[in-house]
């Protein structure tokens, strides 16, 4: 089975700097896909990013990029320009079996104005 | 264009007592999936419907039962509920050949006491 594993419980950042959010999976499979997901606390989960395995460019949305670390199985997320409304749970996932999510415990991140 | 709906948005209910939480997925998806999520803690899969059967099932208890419907809602059940049993429920939305793009509903806390 895989396992999904975040170190950090919680991260602060200054508005309008950086931030990196950590994550590392195992799994057996040779193909799938892994992502981030944003909850607020109106506890609906959004898509931030999503990165396919066989594809060794990293995958950018607008100021999230992430560095997926094929070998050593690391999946990392990058937030450029923080903003307050960044503030919120983020959670790292894999894809298994093709249907089934696989959930990290989360990292609250908290932006500082 | 209709998201991922959920209902109840909370609901309490007794020790013992059986729930039926609602999920509509977004329009012209035909894959639901259902994750419980404790408090502080990442979701959990439960179990995916598509064509009206359960596809995949994740480490719950028979307690825990679905049900998809020809218009592709679902319903989850749940069946003697125990303390433990008090969580978010979160409902996902995919189309069966993209299971790589789901879309969450805002999801049903529930509180048994």
């Known amino acids: 089975a895989q396992t999904v594993t975040q170190s950090q419980p919680e991260m602060s950042v200054q508005e309008a700097e950086t931030v990196t959010l950590s994550c590392t999976y195992d799994t057996s499979e040779s193909d799938y896909y892994l992502f981030w997901y944003k909850q607020p606390p109106s506890r609906q989960m959004i898509l931030v990013i999503r990165?396919?395995?066989?594809?060794?460019q990293n995958a950018t949305e607008n100021r999230f990029s992430v560095n997926f670390q094929k070998a050593a199985k690391s999946f990392s997320l990058k937030i450029s320009d923080s903003q307050l409304g960044d503030a919120a749970m983020y959670f790292c996932a894999c894809l298994e079996n093709g249907n089934k999510l696989v959930f990290g415990a989360g990292t609250i991140l908290r932006v500082k104005s | 264009d209709a998201g991922v709906t959920q209902s109840p948005t909370h609901l309490i209910k007794t020790r013992g007592q059986q729930v039926t939480l609602r999920c509509s997925p977004k329009?012209?998806?035909?894959?639901v999936s259902w994750y419980q999520q404790a408090l502080g803690q990442g979701p959990q899969f439960i179990f995916q419907?598509?064509?009206?059967?359960?596809?995949q099932r994740g480490n719950f208890p028979d307690r825990f039962s679905g049900h998809q419907f020809p218009n592709y809602s679902s319903e989850l059940n749940v069946n003697a509920l125990l303390l433990g049993d008090s969580a978010l429920y979160l409902c996902?939305?995919?189309?069966?050949?993209?299971?790589?793009?789901?879309?969450f509903g805002p999801g049903t806390r529930l509180t048994v006491t």
């Open positions: 996902a939305s995919s189309l069966g050949d993209s299971p790589y793009e789901q879309y």
């Open positions: 419907y598509y064509e009206e059967e359960e596809r």
């Open positions: 329009s012209g998806h035909d894959t």
């Open positions: 990165q396919e395995a066989y594809k060794q």
